[in-house]
């Protein structure tokens, strides 16, 4: 079987759980439950793009939401009415105030410009390793910012960029988490995933055995920077409204969260992660304002959502590393199971004999 | 071959002006005491380490500029001292990863075993989805051989292949290396410090001491040598 119907194969489960996510939702159709299912999936792509480098490099990613910013922007400066951008970024650059394209070239023009930064980016960073490379996406993430909160006449600095036109809706996030999900399932089963995770296991070994270690992180640096721009497009497009601050330290920790808590090295953890971290989020969010609970008046407790994320980072790293599913996918996971109880059944058989003689 | 190689860490030298030689199809053996250079020749060899002085190259080929992965897609695979498997990945991933940098970069390729075929030379095939991790330790040795093949090396570098082997699986391991020269027609450098598996398995034998070649030869002319003997195996000893 071909690596692409294999992963195909392979990914049904957690496709038809994401389709069943929509379907529940939509079914419900109560706005706000629609907002915080397209939420989740924004996430959910921007947690398989950040998979798609971390999980190979074994190295973490504080830069990715960067990729999200850069995408967003794009389709922002792009597709906004020109009324409104001549009142929004009057004295644009390039003479962009005066650009306004549609959203399918908007958003191509958008997947390739992060692309082609990501690759820019990537030629320095993929030639770190360890430590060195993590400092180096946290300095990226800072000079994105800087740009976008000082560069006023294109980004409008801190203030919030609006009017972006909101053509998206709950499917297209849907279809951006399916697309994001194959796109890393496909890098990760490839047999350049399959060096790279080599790389990150024993890098000594693994240029021994001519892995081409810095070119196989520029690869993955590059994919995951345009997988998130996909989540950057998805929000911008959404909620019609971005600004520097949604692409920044609290999105970081939140994407970096999810996919540690689900565990890093593998698709189906980013999945898993970004679940249980979507669900606990809603419920501390919930729990913010201070409800009454069973007749008790629980006093507002602002911030919770952030300290549960730190937690989580926290109690992720000090007891269970490798994250929920201990790195392993779906289908790994069932296999082992399958195996466990097929020699547990054989043992038995092998039992029975030697009882019935006794 | 090597000619002239050395290598110093501060001032004391690993490696001093060791020259050797290995043919395609040929076993050499390296042989010498602990401490007396042999792995760190092997890293010069395999581009693990830059040299200070000397040269490497493979069928007159010059290699001093390759590295290890450059060295490796070259034709000079190795195995390690302290066992480097994958260990999250499962054994015929290990295998894969060294037969996609053949496929993708080799120039020439002349041999076609495929990953399948290697695995079941090196009695891998029932381990073939477990993870590397939870391999026995003699299957983990076998499957870094069976990785290193799958570059399809014209030079195989062992380092230290039967080290924790009892007497049994050493001679099963000396019939695995003659088969694997005679199956993908590749030159062994084998390195121990187990003289008699040595003996047994090469054609011919370096010995170093302190950093440098001390003497050479066929197993019969190294056994009698008295610098050997004084040196490796005291006064006294004897190899038999």
């Known amino acids: ?198 790389a990150s296991d024993n890098l000594l070994a693994a240029r021994a055995m001519g892995v081409p270690v810095e070119r196989l992180r520029l690869l993955a640096w590059t994919l995951s920077g345009i997988v998130m721009g996909m989540a950057g497009i998805l929000l911008a497009t959404y909620l019609g409204t971005i600004a520097p601050s949604s692409f920044y330290f609290n999105q970081t920790f939140l994407i970096m969260a999810m996919l540690l808590l689900g565990g890093m090295r593998s698709v189906s953890g980013a999945l898993c992660g970004t679940l249980v971290i979507s669900i606990g989020s809603e419920l501390t969010r919930s729990l913010e304002s201070g409800p009454v609970i069973a007749g008790i008046d629980l006093p507002a407790m602002f911030g919770l959502t952030g300290f549960f994320l730190g937690a989580i980072i926290v109690l992720v790293m000090s007891f269970r590393r490798e994250g929920l599913l201990g790195g392993e996918e779906f289908e790994d996971l069932f296999r082992q199971w399958k195996l466990k109880r097929k020699s547990a059944a054989d043992e038995t058989s092998a039992d029975a004999p030697a009882k019935q003689e006794a | 071959m090597v000619d002239g190689i050395s290598k110093h860490f501060g001032g004391v030298y690993a490696v001093r002006d060791v020259s050797l030689t290995c043919a395609v199809g040929e076993i050499v053996g390296l042989i010498g005491p602990n401490g007396a250079g042999k792995t760190t020749l092997m890293n010069l060899i395999s581009g693990a380490l830059t040299p200070d002085e000397g040269s490497v190259s493979l069928g007159g080929v010059s290699l001093n500029q390759a590295g290890l992965s450059a060295r490796a897609i070259a034709g000079i695979a190795r195995t390690f001292q302290n066992i480097r498997v994958f260990g999250r990945l499962t054994a015929r991933q290990n295998v894969e990863v060294a037969h996609t940098s053949y496929l993708r970069d080799r120039a020439d390729k002349r041999r076609d075993h495929s990953i399948d075929e290697i695995m079941a030379m090196l009695g891998l095939t029932d381990d073939a989805q477990r993870k590397a991790s939870t391999l026995p330790y003699g299957q983990q040795r076998r499957l870094e051989i069976a990785r290193a093949l799958a570059l399809a090396p014209d030079i195989l570098l062992l380092d230290e292949p039967a080290a924790g082997m009892n007497e049994q699986e050493s001679l099963a391991l000396i019939e695995s290396v003659q088969s694997i020269r005679d199956e993908f027609g590749c030159g062994v450098i084998v390195i121990d410090h187990d003289l008699k598996f040595i003996m047994r398995v090469s054609e011919r034998i370096y010995v170093m001491n302190m950093g440098e070649l001390i003497a050479s030869g066929t197993p019969a002319e190294v056994r009698q040598d008295p610098h050997v003997i004084e040196v490796y195996l005291g006064k006294k000893a004897s190899v038999s």
């Open chain 1, 1 to 198: 079987m071909g690596l692409v119907s294999a992963t195909l194969l392979r990914s049904l489960a957690p496709i038809c759980l994401l389709i069943a996510i929509a379907g529940l939702v939509m079914s419900i159709g109560e706005p706000y439950q629609i907002r915080v299912a397209y939420i989740f999936f924004i996430n959910l792509t921007a947690v398989f793009a950040l998979q798609i480098y971390m999980g190979g490099t074994g190295h973490a990613s504080f830069g990715h939401a960067a990729f999200q910013g850069i995408a967003a922007y794009s389709v922002a400066i792009l597709m906004t009415p020109l009324a409104l951008k001549r009142l929004l970024i009057p004295d644009a650059p390039f003479g962009l105030a005066a650009v306004h394209l549609g959203a399918v070239p908007s958003i191509l023009i958008a997947l390739v410009l992060t692309g082609v930064i990501a690759y820019i980016v990537g030629l320095a960073i993929s030639r770190l390793g360890g430590v060195a490379a993590e400092i180096a996406t946290l300095a990226f993430l800072v000079i994105v910012h800087v740009i976008f909160t000082n560069w006023i006449e294109l980004f409008r600095g801190p203030r919030a960029f609006y009017g972006i036109p909101s053509i998206s809706n709950l499917y297209w996030g849907l279809g951006a988490a399916i697309i994001a999900l194959l796109i890393a399932k496909l890098f990760r089963d490839s047999p350049y995933g399959v060096q790279l995770r080599a």
